[in-house]
């Protein structure tokens, strides 16, 4: 069963092990076990529904409490202090876009709000319900059947409520794969990642979802609106940018066709240490503009190579890597490469020995697979750390954003140090490091993780993350950079738009979404605000 | 000089040798030379412009005919009969967005709608004047400098009425390229690529103008709009989509930052022949989908291929090439492709070797270089064609369009059966063949030629031209494809765009343009009709 009030399922715990607690204390101070409300605490609070009865609308209090929030941590704080705040008055899981369109139709009629339900995995404030008027929670869940595949053409359409390994697994049955895996993947939908424009871990292969997604059907409050999907095209605006990255404002999107791969044949991560951040940068840099067919390339900067050393356990092993990195020029501020590839055997394992004799010209130590292998198998089970901190007293943070490759260095600076100085003023410390998470010719994103002790009481806790937050989205946007690389906007991030967009790119954005949904009933006060 | 009513510089002829002119009279029957209005014709008839006087605004006639149309045939019938119809009232050649910014305001002031002219090479209608109100051309032909080269993130800015060569000088003294090459290249400029969303012959390695452009500013009649440049982002709607396809309607681009490369190590065109179009186009699939680093797949139909030997002249050489072809199984129904790989010397080579040995499999001959680098050498004169052909009686049009892999034969077929059924009735036979000039994992480009008759007076050529016209683009549209993959919409293709968008999309298209430009009057009754 999935955990109500964190991440992932209640079966699988990742414990922090005795050396990696005491790193942390070390850094920022003991922690205090904080005390969490119960799922029946939290839902007491639930008001009764201002929803008129519909056959396909659950208006149980336990469905809509599970149904409220998303995994940012303002977010956890409302779950675990049983202060769930406004929730939707009712969700429904349609089983077809007719029963879309119907509901859309309901929402008009009760006056409601509507906020679409992907996986719930959101940590940018995606799925908060409305406090002015009802709200109509849309779950895609029930949307997920593979309608067809194409092995001709590499395309495959799904319901878009359709989670990561359900997907793949539909589409490993046929010999095919999306490659599409960000963190979140477990839970995660398809229809999720297009309208908040997601980005996966192995995206230097398999792209973004802006290039994988090549068409679909969204249900607007205006009508349907049909994507065909065509190799390329040039004739006008392209409808699927409309709806990439619209994180629900225009629509709902119920069916995604999207751009497969078959299965890659040989698919291997090895790590390369580097002397230091400078030189591990260029490397990287010089990398990613040499256009190799690699799948993954991941740097962490010295204080996350340093905590992933910390964590992994195995001190003994880990000593002795370490020794032996030393003797080979990477000491105190190493800093850690994972390397993918992915596809033709012969050209993959070509890509990596080009991209091994790149990382030497900066002093990079290759390694072997041992770290990147272990990386793989965590892949999707380092974010259960979240919780296994929460129980210490620690909270889990992270942002990310894009930029330049001459603005990176300083973005990562700055959004470390906004963080500690945001977190000094309420007297504590923060255990921040920072990685690469995707590498362009271009430049690269830059995502950081806070850890910082929780005080433990509901006021305290969410001052603590807003002046967090707030300071390093204004330092991001400071350094140039994009306020979000691949969480989307959603309420947290809604501030900072601007920014970027300008006051006349957010008003064609408002422009369009009007045109679809001109009573603006859909995900109000996300992404643009009023 | 450019030519005035043809393509190209006057300095340059590429003539039709007797034997490619028997092929097209056994085909379509021999042509008659037609009479060409001289230019002073031409302007005769030009009426007094209706625009107040404005320091940056020229009104004479001869600048305003030379301005008032594109290379589309009905643009041709229009310049070579002297009845240019409606032309710009004025034009203007600013030297910055200021003077852009007081232009639009000026023409707001004058009621005057706004043709924004790049290259004037369009192909699909786009540059016509308004017939019912005054109309202000504005050539961004002064707009051409490189204002910064980034290497370490490998962007570079320029004003967007920068032309191909002089952009790639630009970039080639620094080591650097866009590696955008239409067929326009000569002439066509970064702005029109981008609101036309351009693809160069070597977007498999370089991608289409949407993967090249980064950011960059517009002037609109509500205001400028700036777009940074992030190597990605997930922050909602990406405002570089709202510009791409525009064509004019929501304001002018004046300055566009794109991602360049270094110049490539090495680059090499070969040529395969194949015995005929399903094994060839079965081979084509397989190579897009392998994703080899390759630059350029260029597969001619039977005819095309045909065609091309002809016009190749060399008739010996040939002779004995097709000799030696037939030994090898590659008879009357051969196809070429052209096979393109460029970068670091050791990977494009491995690719080439993986791509000839893809195309054995499907018995494709691979018959070295020499056909590939003489196409190279002739990549951007073949255009030059269209005058000679002209001269002889003869007129030259084509379609494209981009289709997913199964529809791309019925397509194909579809379209030139169109194009000979239109034709016939009106008496006439048409010389029509095809090449995917794109291909993708999804699909292809469908790219076909069409060569007929002219009549030598106007009512009848432009009645010959719609017929064509309406009837291939039906064929297209019928076909599930996109009414254009690089040519862009127009004025030429606007009735066929709802077949594609929808009700809804273009709704939503016009809503867009109307709060960037809600006067409409940015380039109207191209793109999307009132």
Redesign the interface.
Known sequence: MRRWNGWGDETIDVEMNADALGFLEARIGPGQAPTDASFEQACAAIRASRLSPHPLVDTNTSVRALHALGQSLPDWLRLRHGRLGAVPDGVAFPESADQVRALLAYAAANGAAVVPYGGGTSVAGHLTASLDQPTLCIALTRLRAMRNL?T????ASFGAGVTGPDLEAQLRAHGYTLGHFPQSFEYSTLGGWVV????GQQSLRYG?I?QLF?GGRVE?P??????????????????R??V????GRLGILVDATV?V??LPDYEAFHAVFFPDWDSAQRAV?TLA???L?LSMLRLSNAVETQTMLALAGHKRLVGVLEKWLRLRGCGEGKCMLLVGAS??KG?AR?ALR?AFAIARGERGVHIGKGLGERWRHNRFRNVYLRNAAWRQGYAIDTVET?????GVNGAMAAIEAAAAQALGEHGERVHAYTHLS?L??????VYSTFVYRLAGDYETDLARWRSLKSAVSEAIVAS??????????GAD?APW?EA??????L???R??F???DPDGRMNPGK??LP
Chains 1, 2 share one sequence.
């Open positions: 194409d001709e053409s590499q395309l908040t424009r997601s980005s973004r802006e090549a607007t205006a009508g349907t609106l049909d994507i065909p999907t065509f190799p390329a095209s040039a004739a006008g605006t392209d409808l940018e409309l990439l990255g619209s994180e751009r791969t078959k840099r503009q040499a256009r067919p596809g033709n050209q070509a080009a894009a930029l330049d490759w001459p995707h362009y010719p271009q430049g690269a994103s140039g950079g994009t306020i979000s690389h691949q969480h989307g906007v991030h738009l970027e967009k300008g006051h006349l790119g008003e064609a954005m422009a369009l009007n045109r679809f992404l643009v």
